[in-house]
């Protein structure tokens, strides 16, 4: 019931593949193990879960009140021997306005931070770069250190040489040298979906970088560095349930949802059931509500564009009046079309008056301040959200009622978003917690 932090000096810089190779050769050991990731993220706990065959939970100081960051954090050390958590960017990076680094949540949290640093092209200079981080903050210290992408014996002793010199009191933990074996590919910000496709591929894959995990990272010392954090365990609920019976997409299309939420969900009483859009599914006719989550449609909007019976079943729905919420990639699909990268454009459900496309692709990535327009499932009129925004797709068309305002972590954009067509609502924006 121990927990630490990987952190890194910076984004891209090997932490999910450390991170979870850790957890499967921890796993390998016999340990029950838990990964979690700090920051608004989809893929890496999928992951960690992968890696660890137990689930993986976001820990957010910006986007989760207290109470849901703390359950979170009791819940993944609760009945596990270890749980190692994965920081955001750089140990110091967050939010715009300087707020929600995986700084701020060691210390909040009280978790020892292990520091994993890619040292390809540089020697002494990383004792540098450590003495940085462990002196930046009076109330942050770095308790271990993880060398990866080390070129040759010769690199390594160099760096040895320099850390013992200018940082004995940091012990050196790791020294993992360069692999291509290391290397995930990358999609959008984040990695590739695992999905069931994929499945074996990783797993194999896990397991030949645990075997170099377990001979070049001292396991034992860091389980030693691990502390009980200061996690309280509650029962409070972050966003609540839409209605008693909530239909939820999940495949490789649409499955950007937040665990700790359908937790809530189920801890409320709701029955929850999972269909695809992707396989042609679909929602249980039964279902009071849908929640269309985001993902990746863009990648599959022919295969979309022509699923008869999930596009029958969701416009049953809207017409007998279920709810129907999407999120980011649901959204886009309510709308009448998606165009892809090629300037190919694809038919959708048409719920919402709205058109999207990637021909030009623009990233849009921020926190966000989130009030509720409308009175619906979601809440009271003026409900109070916090959640983040992260696309490449453009609106080139939208007309209709919108559903939130929203203003970025530093209250510098102000902006009226997302659609509401009676029982059919959507946005861009991912909803983590309620105010």
Same mark, same amino acid.
């Given at each position: 019931?121990?927990?630490?932090?990987?952190?890194?000096?910076?984004? =891209?810089?090997?932490?999910?593949?450390?991170?979870?190779?850790?957890?499967?050769?921890?796993?390998?050991?016999?340990?029950?193990?838990?990964?979690?990731?700090?920051?608004?993220?989809?893929?890496?706990?999928?992951?960690?879960?992968?890696?660890?065959?137990?689930?993986?939970?976001?820990?957010?100081?910006?986007?989760?009140?207290? =109470?849901?960051?703390?359950?979170?954090?009791?819940?993944?050390?609760?009945?596990?021997?270890?749980?190692?958590?994965?920081?955001?960017?750089?140990?110091?990076?967050?939010?715009?306005?300087?707020?929600?680094?995986?700084?701020?949540?060691?210390?909040?949290?009280?978790?020892?931070?292990?520091?994993?640093?890619?040292?390809?092209?540089?020697?002494?200079?990383?004792?540098?770069?450590?003495?940085?981080?462990?002196?930046?903050?009076?109330?942050?210290?770095?308790?271990?250190?993880?060398?990866?992408?080390?070129?040759?014996?010769?690199?390594?002793?160099?760096?040895?040489?320099?850390?013992?010199?200018?940082?004995?009191?940091?012990?050196?933990?790791?020294?993992?040298?360069?692999?291509?074996?290391?290397?995930?590919?990358?999609?959008?910000?984040?990695?590739?979906?695992?999905?069931?496709? =994929?499945?074996?591929?990783?797993?194999?894959?896990?397991?030949?970088?645990?075997?170099?995990?377990?001979?070049?990272?001292?396991?034992?010392?860091?389980?030693?560095?691990?502390?009980?954090?200061?996690?309280?365990?509650?029962?409070?609920?972050?966003?609540?349930?839409?209605?008693?019976?909530?239909?939820?997409?999940?495949?490789?299309?649409?499955?950007?949802?937040?665990?700790?939420?359908?937790?809530?969900?189920?801890?409320?009483?709701?029955?929850?059931?999972?269909?695809?859009?992707?396989?042609?599914?679909?929602?249980?006719?039964?279902?009071?509500?849908?929640?269309?989550?985001?993902?990746?449609?863009?990648?599959?909007?022919?295969?979309?564009?022509?699923?008869?019976?999930?596009?029958?079943?969701?416009?049953?729905?809207?017409?007998?009046?279920?709810?129907?919420?999407?999120?980011?990639?649901?959204?886009?699909?309510?709308?009448?079309?998606?165009?892809?990268?090629?300037?190919?454009?694809?038919?959708?459900?048409?719920?919402?008056?709205?058109?999207?496309?990637?021909?030009?692709?623009?990233?849009?990535?921020?926190?966000?301040?989130?009030?509720?327009?409308?009175?619906?499932?979601?809440?009271?009129?003026?409900?109070?959200?916090?959640?983040?925004?992260?696309?490449?797709?453009?609106?080139?068309?939208?007309?209709?009622?919108?559903?939130?305002?929203?203003?970025?972590?530093?209250?510098?954009?102000?902006?009226?978003?997302?659609?509401?067509?009676?029982?059919?609502?959507?946005?861009?924006?991912?909803?983590?917690?309620?105010?």
């Amino acid at each position: 019931m121990t927990s630490v932090l990987i952190a890194g000096a910076s984004t =891209n810089s090997g932490k999910t593949i450390i991170t979870a190779s850790i957890l499967r050769a921890l796993k390998n050991r016999g340990l029950n193990v838990r990964g979690g990731k700090i920051g608004p993220d989809y893929i890496d706990p999928k992951f960690h879960a992968i890696a660890s065959d137990s689930f993986s939970l976001n820990v957010d100081a910006w986007a989760m009140n207290d =109470n849901t960051l703390h359950r979170n954090l009791a819940t993944m050390e609760q009945d596990s021997d270890i749980t190692i958590i994965e920081g955001v960017m750089g140990l110091f990076d967050g939010a715009s306005d300087g707020s929600a680094s995986s700084a701020e949540v060691a210390k909040k949290m009280g978790l020892p931070i292990i520091l994993c640093l890619d040292v390809w092209g540089q020697s002494q200079s990383i004792s540098a770069i450590v003495n940085g981080f462990d002196t930046l903050d009076k109330d942050i210290k770095i308790s271990g250190i993880i060398l990866t992408r080390i070129g040759t014996e010769k690199h390594l002793k160099i760096l040895k040489q320099s850390l013992q010199k200018y940082i004995p009191h940091i012990p050196l933990i790791g020294t993992i040298f360069r692999n291509e074996i290391f290397e995930l590919e990358s999609r959008h910000l984040g990695l590739v979906h695992p999905s069931s496709e =994929n499945d074996k591929t990783l797993n194999k894959l896990l397991d030949k970088t645990a075997n170099i995990i377990s001979q070049q990272v001292d396991l034992d010392k860091l389980i030693s560095i691990g502390k009980k954090s200061k996690a309280i365990t509650n029962d409070k609920i972050a966003i609540p349930k839409f209605s008693n019976h909530i239909a939820v997409s999940y495949d490789k299309a649409f499955s950007f949802c937040y665990p700790h939420i359908i937790n809530s969900w189920k801890k409320e009483g709701a029955e929850i059931s999972f269909f695809s859009p992707l396989n042609d599914e679909a929602p249980d006719e039964n279902a009071s509500s849908i929640y269309l989550c985001g993902g990746y449609p863009e990648l599959y909007c022919e295969t979309l564009a022509k699923n008869k019976i999930f596009k029958l079943g969701m416009l049953k729905h809207a017409e007998k009046g279920t709810f129907i919420f999407g999120e980011c990639g649901g959204f886009m699909t309510l709308g009448k079309s998606i165009t892809d990268k090629n300037n190919v454009e694809h038919k959708m459900l048409g719920l919402l008056d709205l058109k999207t496309s990637f021909a030009k692709k623009k990233l849009h990535l921020s926190y966000q301040n989130i009030k509720l327009l409308k009175e619906c499932n979601l809440g009271t009129k003026n409900s109070l959200f916090k959640g983040h925004e992260f696309h490449y797709a453009t609106i080139t068309h939208q007309s209709g009622e919108p559903l939130f305002e929203v203003n970025n972590a530093c209250n510098s954009k102000n902006e009226i978003v997302g659609l509401v067509n009676n029982n059919v609502i959507g946005s861009f924006i991912h909803l983590i917690d309620k105010i």
